[in-house]
């Protein structure tokens, strides 16, 4: 059975998972600070697949403990979701961002490289692109500029992730996920903002649960057919699904290359106002929304091209928009 370290495994896509590589056999273990999640979660993951993972509770910014952790653990490969992920917070902490995000990902790289640890999945973004161009995205799509420190962290990241492909002969595969909602059918893990959600969907469910007041709709005067901004919203499960696919190509050691990299995304642009029809139409709840000034940094439109997953990773999205609002609900409504 192949161990496969889940750093982050506590986290929103992190625990999704861990539960699908359970579900293929894998053995788990999971190194989370609980700087962005619960104990709790580690309980409802076990309830899920009836196996426990290990647990170590480790800040990877600790480069002594990830030491210590791979000096005694026999690890097979690395997926690293551990990261702050806020984008408005990183454009007022951008040196916490660089630390976390990049000081983590070079100590386990190095730990991986004095152990021969060969197989490493990375969390990247289609923020990447910016705004493409050309729409919907692919992987051959330039990438710009970064419009935030937490955007620049990811486009980092992969650099250093490919020149240390090069120079030690490691194999990994980054993902650029598109926007990942919804949680598990049986409702017990899911996104959990800690803070004032960043994202639509959960700023959504805490409105229709009355925990937020209104929803903004961050600008109805962009380029598109509703004049609301256009994203490609992903059930985290199908994204979860990803990366085993993303793993397993790289144990059969089928990859073409040392660094690879996928958009994970539905290949369907969704606006603003159509996931605000959606969701009043799937949960029967009715929004208290506004629209409000656009909010700076945010594109006008992504979506991606999935051919090269679907075709190379042999990846599919199975769940439905509709799916995903009504799972994100559910949740929202098990935490009032
Ligand atoms: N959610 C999204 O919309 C999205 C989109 C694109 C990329 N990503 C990336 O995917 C990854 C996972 O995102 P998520 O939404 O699950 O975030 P999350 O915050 O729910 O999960 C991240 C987990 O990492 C842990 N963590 C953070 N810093 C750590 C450290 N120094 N040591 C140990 N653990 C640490 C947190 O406690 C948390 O449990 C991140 O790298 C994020 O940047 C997320």
Known sequence: ?????????????????????????????????????????????????????????????????????????????????????????????PLD????????????????????????IFSSSCTVYGQADELPITEDAPVKIAESPYGNTKQIGEEIIKDSCKAYNMNAIALRYFNPIGAHKSVKIGELPLSIPQNLIPFITQTAAGIREELAVFGDDYPTPDGTAIRDYIHVV?????????????????????????????????????????????????????IAERRKGDITAAYADTTKANEVLGWKPEETLEEALLSAWKWQQKQS
């Open 1 to 93: 059975m192949k161990k496969i370290l889940v750093t982050g495994g506590l986290g929103f896509i992190g625990s999704h998972v861990v539960v699908e590589l359970q579900n293929s056999g894998f053995e788990v273990v999971i190194i989370d600070d609980l700087s962005n999640s619960k104990i709790d979660v580690l309980e409802q993951i076990t309830k899920i697949s009836n196996i426990k993972p290990d647990f170590y509770q480790i800040d990877l910014r600790d480069k002594k403990a990830v030491r210590s952790f791979f000096n005694d653990s026999t690890i097979d490969g690395v997926i690293h979701f551990a990261a702050f992920k806020a984008v408005g917070e990183s454009v007022q902490k």
């Open 97 to 120: 961002y660089y630390e976390n995000n990049i000081n983590a990902l070079v100590y386990l790289l190095q730990e991986m490289k004095n152990r021969n640890i060969d197989h490493f």
């Open 238 to 290: 199908d994204l979860a699904k990803a990366h085993v696919k993303a793993l397993q190509r790289l144990l059969d050691k089928q990859n073409k290359e040392n660094f690879e990299f996928f958009n994970v995304g539905t290949g369907k642009g969704s606006s603003v106002m159509e996931i605000i029809h959606s969701f009043e139409n799937v949960t029967q709840q009715s929004l208290n929304y506004k």
